[in-house]
T-cell receptor, first 115, second 112 residues
Framework: DADVTQTPRNRITKTGKRIMLECSQTKGHDRMYWYRQDPGLGLRLIYYSFDVKDINKGEISDGYSVSRQAQAKFSLSLESAIPNQTALYFC??????????????FGDGTRLSIL | GENVEQHPSTLSVQEGDSAVIKCTYSDSASNYFPWYKQELGKRPQLIIDIRSNVGEKKDQRIAVTLNKTAKHFSLHITETQPEDSAVYFCAASIGYGQNFVFGPGTRLSVLP
């Protein structure tokens, strides 16, 4: 089945380290997203990309960067990790809406702990 | 910008009873409202959605209602079962775009 795959699933690292979270999808969707989930705060958008040459900041982009290497790959980087970036990170994809909103499909998440 | 509030934050019901979760949004241009279910340790999964041109949509035991005038929408689960226990998130589209703002979530517990 077509899916959204995130690697790694879990990561523990130290303050100041550079970290990359990877997302790949076989759904054939153009649009990809990175979210952060914290207890009681829902899902907050970090960055999104509507196609390979398009990158946009979301609600909480400070301290993060992204790269859209191909239609199927979208990676999230923390250049110098800090403890308050400890969270559950989700990648999501959606079809191009052509004027109609489409639902987003999520990966299994990456649990990131920064000590 | 868009703001989505969700209530209650936690909800406990007896198996077989109904559960209702309510969300309000602020952007009158929002036109798409999906609901996601997230079981413990798993990814959010779309369970139902509604567009602004309809007031109600039903899928078996799940229904969603939308009141555009009041800017609120609700998830209704009837005949609840233990497997309905999860965190439920509402979301509202940002204007006519492809992004969403999510509510903070409701933890539903169905007690046997």
């Amino acid at each position: 089945d077509a899916d959204v795959t995130q690697t790694p699933r879990n990561r523990i690292t130290k303050t100041g380290k550079r970290i990359m979270l990877e997302c790949s999808q076989t759904k054939g969707h153009d649009r990809m997203y990175w979210y952060r989930q914290d207890p009681g705060l829902g899902l907050r958008l970090i960055y999104y990309s509507f196609d390979v040459k398009d990158i946009n900041k979301g609600e909480i982009s400070d301290g993060y960067s992204v790269s859209r290497q191909a239609q199927a790959k979208f990676s999230l980087s923390l250049e110098s990790a800090i403890p308050n970036q400890t969270a559950l990170y989700f990648c999501a994809t959606s079809e191009t809406g052509r004027g109609v909103n489409q639902p987003q499909h999520f990966g299994d998440g990456t649990r990131l702990s920064i000590l | 910008g868009e703001n989505v509030e969700q209530h209650p934050s936690t909800l406990s019901v007896q198996e077989g009873d109904s559960a209702v979760i309510k969300c309000t949004y602020s952007d009158s241009a929002s036109n798409y409202f999906p609901w996601y279910k997230q079981e413990l340790g798993k990814r959010p999964q779309l369970i139902i959605d509604i567009r602004s041109n309809v007031g109600e949509k039903k899928d078996q035991r799940i229904a969603v209602t939308l009141n555009k005038t009041a800017k609120h929408f609700s998830l209704h689960i009837t005949e609840t079962q233990p497997e309905d226990s999860a965190v439920y998130f509402c979301a509202a589209s940002i204007g006519y775009g492809q992004n969403f703002v999510f509510g903070p979530g409701t933890r539903l517990s169905v007690l046997p």
